[in-house]
């Protein structure tokens, strides 16, 4: 089943959204917007469950 995430999933005011087969290829896209996007964001631990527990199956 495809995961998807989007940045409004998790909060932030930014209209970005992918998907993925896998939630390890989700997160590498996650990861890789992020280090472009949000350069003041700082990844924690708590911020990776978060975004994890947002992550939907479409």
């Not at 932030?12 to 390890?24: F, I, L, M, R, V």
């Not at 996007?37 to 978060?50: P, Y």
């Amino acid at each position: 089943m495809t995961k998807s995430i989007s940045c409004a999933d998790v909060g932030s005011d930014c209209g970005w959204s992918t998907t993925a087969e896998t939630e390890e290829e989700l997160m590498k896209k996650v990861a890789e917007h992020a280090k472009e996007e949000h350069t003041d964001l700082e990844v924690t631990s708590e911020v990776v469950a978060k975004i994890k527990s947002c992550i939907k199956e479409i």
